[in-house]
């Protein structure tokens, strides 16, 4: 069956420090790679996708992805963080086979900045 | 263009109620899908509609339906409220085209229920 793992619940950086968050997916057929954010109260923004083509993907608010194969991997990268980006990140599989569309989660992590 | 919105934002029912929710697809989007989200089972699927027929349905009991209207607005409901119901209620929609691309989701802001 098809699943989304997000090893890491919580993460802690420092502001101006480095991100990298962890997503490994199963999934039989060419995936369709998603990574979404939430802050509290909102809805889920995408960060960025992965269909096809560059494995490396640039997303919004200076984010970036790689997808690797190899690892059944989508993680989600960030050079130096901002205090705005503490939230909740999801990584998410899309199921196109044939007409079943549905996007399928992994549980989120949750991450928080030190100033 | 207005986004994705969902009426109401927070509800508060009993069990063994019912709970109709909303959601106003962004202009021109056909395909609208639905999720719960909750802290232990994070986010999962509900049900898809497209031009006013579920195109795919999660693994949630019958109590739990929607609808599509020829304006692409849909609704959700919910009958026999359980405990358990208490959620996130997510709306997303989408432009629906055949073939093999997939869509981008935009999500709105949700819809807060508690059970009590």
């Known amino acids: 069956a098809q699943s989304v793992t997000q090893p890491d619940i919580h993460i802690t950086v420092s502001e101006g420090a480095s991100l990298e968050l962890r997503c490994n997916y199963s999934y039989g057929a060419t995936p369709y790679l998603f990574w979404y954010v939430q802050s509290p109260g909102q809805g889920l923004q995408l960060l960025l996708k992965?269909?096809?083509?560059d494995t490396l993907v640039q997303g919004i608010k200076g984010f970036e992805a790689e997808f690797k194969r190899s690892q059944s991997s989508f993680n989600l990268r960030k050079p130096s963080v901002h205090w705005s980006d503490a939230a909740e990140y999801f990584c998410?599989?899309?199921?196109?086979?044939?007409?079943?569309?549905?996007?399928?989660w992994g549980l989120g992590t949750s991450l928080a900045v030190n100033p | 263009k207005a986004g994705v919105t969902q009426t109401p934002r927070y509800l508060i029912k009993t069990r063994g109620q019912q709970v109709t929710l909303s959601c106003s697809p962004i202009?021109?989007?056909?395909?609208v899908s639905w999720y719960q989200q909750t802290p232990g089972q994070g986010l999962q699927f509900l049900f898809e509609?497209?031009?006013?027929?579920?195109?795919n349905k999660g693994n949630f009991p019958g109590r739990f339906s929607g609808r599509q209207f020829s304006n692409s607005r849909s609704e959700m409901n919910v009958s026999t409220l359980e405990l358990g119901d208490s959620a996130l209620y997510l709306c997303?929609?989408?432009?629906?085209?055949?073939?093999?691309?997939?869509?981008?989701?935009?999500f709105g802001p949700g819809t807060r229920l508690t059970v009590l």
């Open positions: 202009s021109g989007h056909r395909s």
């Open positions: 992965y269909f096809s083509g």
């Open positions: 997303a929609s989408s432009l629906f085209t055949s073939g093999s691309s997939y869509n981008e989701q935009f």
């Open positions: 998410a599989v899309g199921d196109n086979a044939g007409n079943n569309r549905k996007l399928i």
């Open positions: 509609y497209f031009s006013e027929t579920q195109r």
